[in-house]
């Protein structure tokens, strides 16, 4: 009984804190010279920036290797928490504290930063999927259910590397797998990590020779399509404003 106060309880919280936003833009008269076009055009913008945010708690290493359980840098879980936008604060009470959330791949080269504003256009053009005649580029548990707040990755690896795209680099991103619809004007914002290289697991030391070229020998005799040598590190990927 009192675990069910305590949850209508911060429900209402959640409730209250919407309603706080939203009054102020229901509740703006209309303008007879204002074109509706570009008032429609404002309120959705503004719709884009209310609500809550996903954020990754953890920094992730630089590199990855395939096949390894990705983990934080610090060879922990790898965590991300749902907070209000306004107040930082994590949601860990009400409906929102149990959403289930989805975890992607993204183009290093995503053209925002994590505290600056995009659309979920913005964020979806930038998914990677896999490649063609490859398997899946991820494995294991992609859709997390929060738990006051927080969701962890536990059971995920990369099944191929991060050679093949333009930038040469990934990034993590989180949304929430839920429609919207039942949120009416709530904006989640998706969450995102730096961006980081995904090289085959076989190129860890011990496991194969380098070759004079800079070109990766495996133990079977075949090539690796990564490229080691320092000198030919590819430029790192830099934001672009997509305006």
Same mark, same amino acid.
């Given at each position: 009984?009192?675990?069910?106060?305590?949850?209508?309880?911060?429900?209402?919280?959640?409730?209250?804190?919407?309603?706080?936003?939203?009054?102020?833009?229901?509740?703006?008269?209309?303008?007879?010279?204002?074109?509706?076009?570009?008032?429609?055009?404002?309120?959705?913008?503004?719709?884009?920036?209310?609500?809550?945010?996903?954020?990754?708690?953890?920094?992730?290493?630089?590199?990855?290797?395939?096949?390894?359980?990705?983990?934080?840098?610090?060879?922990?879980?790898?965590?991300?928490?749902?907070?209000?936008?306004?107040?930082?604060?994590?949601?860990?009470?009400?409906?929102?504290?149990?959403?289930?959330?989805?975890?992607?791949?993204?183009?290093?080269?995503?053209?925002?930063?994590?505290?600056?504003?995009?659309?979920?256009?913005?964020?979806?053009?930038?998914?990677?999927?896999?490649?063609?005649?490859?398997?899946?580029?991820?494995?294991?548990?992609?859709?997390?259910?929060?738990? @006051?707040?927080? $969701?962890?990755?536990? /059971?995920?690896? &990369?099944?191929? #590397?991060?050679?093949?795209?333009? =930038? +040469?680099?990934?990034?993590?991103?989180?949304?929430?797998?839920?429609?919207?619809?039942?949120?009416?004007?709530?904006?989640?914002?998706?969450?995102?990590?730096?961006?980081?290289?995904?090289?085959?697991?076989?190129?860890?030391?011990?496991?194969?020779?380098?070759?004079?070229?800079?070109?990766?020998? @495996?133990?079977? $005799?075949?090539?690796? /399509?990564?490229? &080691?040598?320092? #000198?030919?590190?590819?430029?790192? =990927? +830099?934001?672009?404003?997509?305006?």
């Amino acid at each position: 009984m009192e675990m069910k106060r305590g949850t209508e309880g911060g429900t209402e919280r959640v409730v209250e804190r919407v309603m706080k936003r939203l009054i102020p833009t229901l509740s703006t008269p209309a303008d007879s010279n204002v074109n509706p076009r570009i008032t429609s055009l404002d309120q959705i913008k503004k719709s884009e920036e209310v609500g809550f945010q996903l954020l990754f708690d953890n920094k992730l290493p630089d590199k990855i290797y395939t096949k390894d359980k990705i983990r934080n840098a610090s060879d922990g879980y790898v965590q991300i928490k749902l907070i209000d936008t306004i107040t930082r604060e994590i949601i860990n009470l009400g409906l929102y504290s149990s959403l289930e959330i989805e975890i992607l791949v993204l183009d290093g080269d995503f053209g925002f930063e994590e505290n600056e504003n995009w659309t979920k256009m913005d964020f979806n053009v930038k998914i990677v999927h896999q490649r063609e005649d490859k398997g899946p580029l991820v494995k294991g548990k992609q859709n997390i259910k929060l738990r @006051g707040g927080v $969701g962890t990755i536990q /059971d995920l690896s &990369f099944s191929d #590397n991060s050679s093949w795209i333009i =930038c +040469k680099k990934f990034r993590l991103g989180a949304r929430v797998l839920q429609s919207t619809s039942n949120m009416g004007q709530v904006r989640i914002k998706e969450a995102i990590t730096e961006a980081f290289t995904v090289r085959d697991h076989r190129s860890k030391s011990g496991n194969g020779d380098r070759k004079r070229d800079g070109r990766w020998d @495996g133990p079977s $005799g075949g090539t690796s /399509d990564e490229t &080691f040598d320092s #000198n030919l590190e590819y430029t790192e =990927c +830099k934001s672009k404003n997509l305006t």
